[in-house]
């Protein structure tokens, strides 16, 4: 008896959220667990920089300048007497709070004005793309130029640089899957049923589009960080003594055969940093992409 009760429970048992379907094809991608375990890493040390860091990050001692590694100081000290060990820490705040921050701003106005043109059509959606296409016609890194060139320097200012230069990828992919989705048999049931329209797009197209958003997102923050990290070593990003990796390699190039580990060792971060961040997006494309996806 129990034996015949146990197959139908298990037939009745509602079937797993998608959510709860996503986070278990991501658990088994070992390279996004990798990719996670790298990024959390850095993650904890930001938020624990000031009970990880053994002297404050713009202090300068020019009697200590360039030391290499010692008990003093973990990763040695750069031209300026300036602990690298402590610098290193607090440049993974600027670098994270650049990727997330940034991509945060692009995704936002990205979604919004991909919604607005795929759901309203006509010369609505012909005005909004033809902003999204002037936004795509420069590159990500020359926007950014151009914006921090005529705003001024600054960690907020970086933000906002890269996050306009998303917008329009992120508002093209978004309107390409809205008209895809709102054709669809359920959306047009929806309409007809008299639903309002924020309620079909909260309950019915965003939710069909929220895969190639969220994999295009963690792409994107490692473009951030990277492209963040370039406008601080070409003199436009973030204002010294800010700890930055960007301004840590910049400095250390005059020295790179004397104190090799000036650049070497925030290279070396960023580096981990990035591919981290990319192993974990590749692992997220491959746990919510339908064609890879195993149940």
Known sequence: MAADLAPAKAASAPPPSRLRRACRQLRRQNKAMIGLVIVSVFVLA???APWLATHAPTDQDFMAAMQPPSAAHWLGTDSFGQDMYSRLLYGA????????????LGLVGGVAL????????GRTEWFVMRVVDGLLAFPELIMAMAFMAIFGLGLSNVVYALGLSFVGPFARMVRADVLQVKGRPYVE?????GVPGRDIVLRHVLPNIASPILIQAGMRVSIAIL?????SFLGLGVV???PDWGLMISEGRGFITLAPWISGIPGLALAILLV?????AEGLRDALDPRTRQD
């Open 189 to 193: 049931a929806a309409r007809l049923m």
């Open 93 to 104: 705040r600027s670098a994270l709070w650049i990727g997330f921050a940034s991509v945060a």
């Open 276 to 280: 981290g961040l990319n192993l974990f």
């Open 240 to 242: 010294p003594p800010t």
């Open 46 to 48: 930001a938020l624990f």
């Open 227 to 231: 492209l963040g990290s370039g406008l």
């Open 114 to 121: 991909g919604l607005l043109a795929g759901l309203r059509g």
